[in-house]
C-alpha cells in the first residue's frame, strides 16, 4: 500500500514561489508521480506527472514554463517547484501516485490515479 504525504503549502504573494514536496512510503520508483489540484467551486484538475523512469513529464497548459516537477529516488520524494504564481494558482494541492509503470500521455492527464495525498493548501494572494 503506498501512501503520500504532502508538505511545503502556504500563503505567498502574486509572483513569488513555493515548492510541495511529497514523500512516498510504499512505492516502488518505477511507479509514476503526479500532482493536481482543486480550487474552490472548481474541478480536479491536473497539474504535472512524472513518468516512472523519471526522464518523461507532463505539464498543464496553465503551469507549463512556471512549474517543475522532479523526483529525489533516493528520499522517494517528488517535489513541485511553483515559480511565478498567480492567484488563481489558489488550490489544494494533492500528490498522486499509478499502481502501475507504463501508462500513454492521456493517461496521465486523467484523474484515474490509484494513490492519493491529503492534500496541501496553497494561497497565492494579488
Known amino acids: 500500500q503506498v501512501q503520500l504525504e504532502e508538505s511545503g503549502g502556504g500563503l505567498v504573494q502574486a509572483g513569488g514561489s513555493l515548492r510541495l514536496s511529497c514523500a512516498a512510503s510504499g512505492r516502488s520508483l518505477s511507479q509514476p508521480m503526479g500532482w493536481f489540484r482543486r480550487a474552490p467551486g472548481k474541478e480536479r484538475e491536473f497539474v504535472a506527472a512524472l513518468s516512472g523512469s523519471g526522464v518523461g513529464t507532463y505539464y498543464a497548459d496553465s503551469v507549463k514554463g512556471r512549474f517543475t516537477i522532479s523526483g529525489d529516488n533516493a528520499k522517494n520524494t517528488v517535489y513541485l517547484q511553483m515559480n511565478s504564481l498567480k492567484p488563481e494558482d489558489t488550490a489544494v494541492y494533492y500528490c498522486?501516485?499509478?499502481?502501475?509503470?507504463?501508462?500513454?500521455?492521456?493517461?496521465?492527464?486523467?484523474?484515474?490515479?490509484?494513490?492519493w495525498g491529503q492534500g496541501t493548501q496553497v494561497t497565492v494572494s494579488s
Open positions: 498522486t501516485c499509478k499502481i502501475g509503470r507504463y501508462y500513454s500521455r492521456s493517461e496521465y492527464f486523467s484523474p484515474d490515479w490509484d494513490y
